[in-house]
């Protein structure tokens, strides 16, 4: 083995090792970002399901106070009288408020009234036989603290779930004494299952868990898995999250009683939509590494074939000399008439230009590095520099603006090419301007399109009010233009609140980018709206509505989300002083919108 070939072995060997050693600590730490996002969206969308039903049992809740707080139900409970069921307990009455069972209960725990009814038959039928024993006087179903007090939640009836809210029936002025218990239920049906999966737009299937221990051992051994493992975990409201496959993954939550005893199993499937994208970076690591080996390895290779070692050991030593002395003045001295003294003197030429050269390079790479601030946030840019990669982050709360110019094709077919450019520099230079003194993250611009967000890549508690800002001022812009140039210029705007994904992903022409649902739904809320108006969902308008005007659009149809409810900003309320805009330029001594030239 010749010193070509030692040298080829010693040089490519430590190079792969290193390459291996790379990509496993950047496979594992990508690996590992991106399970944990993985489960922690699954416990949200466990946590929403349940926060859905939870609304249900509240609504429930609310009616069931209603009427227990009714003179007439107060007397009722006393008289019996037939004419208060004629009147209130009607079928229509039923239907109309989902109920599928109605009890009223004396202090002494006879049931004075009690009825059930079948949504599918329409048909009235008696009290499942297994509910009065429930409603004994000793019951901890008709016990009350005090008259404020209520109890609800899951219990089985006749071998079905139900929602059930127990209240004290008082006088309408809510003083006692209770004359009982007012009991109202509605059962977890398929139905009822199918109306929470069509809300959450999750797929989500609810298991019924057996009463008896022989019972619970013909469950699937699946099931019998999960059960196990949520039972022995310490949090009282446990989750747990499984891969079904490379495809899905299901996440569980027991759902307990009223009585504290679980009763359901709560199941939800989730395409594993981050664990593929994790799978996509971590490919694009293994062949970004690979490349780089490769190339490294072929330029050791040609410039080892060109040279002979020992007199280019000296040379190397010589140069050496002067790197560490950093003195630029010295010269490298090599015998000889061949290439590798031809070498000498244009190392001696290099090293009297290197200085020169050396100012230029900072001078560069200071413009290289501003031009990079310019097209990434600072922490992203900061992290690619040090890193060669930046992880995507995950973010709860974030708000995206879209605005489009309308009418921007009519202006395309009037203005030529160079003037509508000029002019729609001119508008998007305004808007940046905007979103820079707002602490915004302008995002992209798409032909005549903008996108800006709030609250990344360093979240923020006033984001959802700064891209309100940004939106009003957007709009007086447009009519500066509008007056100025005489041309038909108006702004169209959608508003949306949510949790999105953002980084920078591939490994050319990098751009700052987010994902998820919010980011589709505030494009919507854009492509949605009217020229010249603001359009926000209702996530944002929760956000919005204490310091600013907004008007009720109503329900609109949007293009893969079904009806939504939307709102149209005004603009603020008299009443409130927020105003990020002012605050912010308040630090310069203006409070007027950026110059437009």
């Not at 079905?160 to 009982?180: C, F, K, N, Q, Y």
């Not at 930046?390 to 009519?410: K, M, N, R, Y």
């Not at 800002?469 to 009519?479: D, G, I, K, P, R």
């Amino acid at each position: 083995m010749n010193l070509r070939h030692k040298t080829l072995l010693l040089t490519t060997l430590p190079l792969l090792g290193l390459m291996a050693i790379l990509f496993g600590s950047f496979s594992m730490i990508l690996q590992r970002s991106y399970g944990r996002l993985e489960r922690q969206d699954a416990e949200r969308n466990l946590q929403r399901v349940n926060q859905v039903m939870a609304g249900d049992l509240a609504q429930l809740q609310s009616l069931t106070e209603d009427w227990a707080a009714w003179n007439d139900t107060y007397s009722f409970i006393r008289s019996g009288d037939p004419d208060y069921v004629e009147s209130n307990l009607s079928k229509y009455a039923f239907e109309s408020l989902q109920l599928n069972l109605v009890a009223f209960v004396d202090p002494t725990g006879e049931i004075v009234y009690g009825t059930s009814y079948d949504f599918e038959s329409r048909a009235f039928s008696p009290l499942p036989p297994d509910l009065p024993p429930q409603l004994t006087p000793g019951s901890p179903l008709v016990q009350f603290e005090h008259l404020a007090a209520h109890h609800e939640g899951l219990i089985v009836i006749d071998g079905r779930l139900m929602l059930v809210v127990v209240e004290p029936i008082l006088r309408s002025d809510a003083t006692g004494p209770a004359r009982g218990a007012l009991l109202m239920g509605r059962y977890v049906s398929p139905a009822v299952v199918e109306s929470l999966a069509l809300r959450t737009r999750l797929n989500l299937h609810l298991h019924p868990l057996p009463e008896s221990a022989i019972a619970a051992n013909e469950l699937p051994d699946r099931l019998q898995s999960i059960l196990a493992s949520l039972e022995k975990a310490p949090d009282p409201a446990p989750t747990l999250v499984q891969p079904q496959s490379a495809d899905t993954l299901a996440g569980y939550m027991l759902w307990p009683d009223l009585y504290g005893q679980p009763q359901a199993l709560l199941e939800v499937r989730l395409p594993r939509e981050i664990y593929y994208q994790g799978q996509v970076s971590r490919h694009y690591l293994g062949w970004s590494l690979l490349g780089s080996c490769l190339v490294f390895t072929g330029g050791m290779l040609l410039l080892l074939d060109r040279v002979i070692l020992r007199r280019l050991l000296g040379l190397s030593q010589q140069v050496q000399q002067i790197g560490r002395s950093n003195d630029l003045s010295q010269r490298v001295t090599v015998p000889g008439t061949d290439e590798l003294s031809h070498l000498g003197n244009q190392i001696n030429d290099m090293l009297g230009e290197l200085q020169i050269s050396r100012e230029k390079l900072t001078a560069e790479q200071q413009k290289a590095e501003q031009l990079l601030l310019n097209i990434l946030p600072a922490p992203i840019a900061g992290e690619l520099m040090q890193t060669k990669a930046s992880i995507p982050q995950h973010f709860d709360e974030v708000t995206i603006l879209f605005a489009d110019i309308v009418g921007f094709t009519s202006l395309s077919n009037r203005m030529s090419p160079i003037r509508l450019v000029d002019l729609l520099n001119q508008i998007f230079s305004a808007f940046d301007s905007l979103a820079e003194q707002l602490g915004l993250e302008k995002i992209k611009t798409i032909g005549d399109a903008y996108m800006v967000a709030a609250g990344l890549p360093t979240p923020k508690d006033d984001h959802a009010e700064a891209i309100a800002e940004m939106a009003l001022a957007m709009q007086q812009v447009t009519a500066s233009f509008k007056a100025e140039s005489g041309e038909p210029i108006e702004i169209r705007i959608g508003i949306n609140t949510g949790v999105v994904v953002a980084g920078v992903i591939g490994t050319k022409k990098f751009i700052y980018d987010l994902w998820g649902d919010a980011v589709n739904v505030a494009s919507r809320m854009e492509s949605s709206s009217e020229p010249g108006q603001i359009q926000v969902t209702a996530a944002t308008y929760e956000r919005l509505k204490d310091n600013y005007r907004l008007e009720k659009r109503g329900c609109i149809a949007v293009k893969g989300r079904g009806e939504m409810e939307t709102y149209w900003l005004r603009g603020h309320r008299p009443d409130s002083l927020f105003c990020p805009l002012k605050t912010v330029n308040a630090a310069s001594g203006s409070t007027e919108l950026p110059t437009v030239t």
